[in-house]
């Protein structure tokens, strides 16, 4: 099956910009989204289709997707940004899958 | 505002079996696939089970194949897995999910997501 591969945790200073990827063979030809889950929460989609924010998620959460990398972006980040961040990709004919998760912290 | 609330969760031994329900509301419930898909303690999100809008496509993860059956009924608004012969590896918050599509076999996200509900697989 589809393996997506994810760096287990991420540090970035309030302020400056967080990247997480998610990597898979020829990801690019997939669409990507991405889920945010904060402690004892429910996962909240953050972007879908590589790089759609849905409504109510802030401009500073962008993505991109390209070759064998899928990466979630957030620009100025804030202390309420900390959380666990997973991509996934799928559909009936290959399952859908999700990355095993970065834990993003704010220094 | 969309909302699904699970419920049915709780405590059983290796073996037994447990329903869960997922109570919808908010949306066109008969319109959208529904999914159910669990996260063990400390670990990542895994997909359970899917369903279209009129229950004629269903799908399993090969993980609960043969033990879960995942239904709807539009009528009552409401999402079901039913689960036999759990093993502790089944212990997760199962969370019901309202996806993008009508239809499973559209690449597609989990657009909104219940707070879940914990089985608890233990002697």
């Known amino acids: 099956s589809y393996v997506l591969t994810q760096p287990p945790s991420v540090s970035v200073a309030p302020g400056q910009t967080a990247r997480i990827t998610c990597g898979g063979n020829n990801i690019g030809t997939k669409s990507v989204h991405w889920y945010q889950q904060k402690p004892g929460q429910a996962p909240v989609l953050v972007v879908s289709?590589?790089?759609d924010r849905p409504s109510g998620i802030p401009e500073r959460f962008s993505g991109s997707n390209s070759g064998n990398t899928a990466t979630l972006t957030i620009s100025r980040v804030e202390a309420g940004d900390e959380a666990e961040y997973f991509c996934?990709?799928?559909?009936?004919?290959?399952?859908?899958?999700f990355g095993g998760g970065t834990k993003v912290t704010v220094l | 505002e969309v909302q699904l609330v699970e419920s049915g969760g709780g405590l059983v031994q290796p073996g037994g079996s447990l329903r869960l329900s997922c109570s919808a509301s908010?949306?066109?419930?008969?319109?959208?696939?529904m999914f159910w898909v669990r996260q063990a303690p400390g670990k990542g999100l895994e997909y359970v089970s899917a369903i279209s809008t009129g229950g004629g496509s269903i799908y399993y993860a090969d993980s609960v194949k043969g033990r879960f059956t995942i239904s709807r009924d539009n009528s009552k608004n409401t999402l079901y897995l039913q689960m036999n012969s759990l093993t502790p590896d089944d212990t997760a918050v199962y969370y019901c999910?309202?996806?993008?599509?009508?239809?499973?076999?559209?690449?597609?996200?989990?657009?909104?997501w219940g707070q879940g509900t914990l089985v608890t697989v233990s002697s």
């Open positions: 999910v309202k996806y993008r599509y009508g239809s499973p076999s559209s690449p597609g996200y989990f657009q909104y």
């Open positions: 908010g949306f066109i419930f008969n319109s959208y696939a």
């Open positions: 996934q990709v799928g559909d009936s004919s290959s399952d859908w899958v």
């Open positions: 289709d590589d790089s």
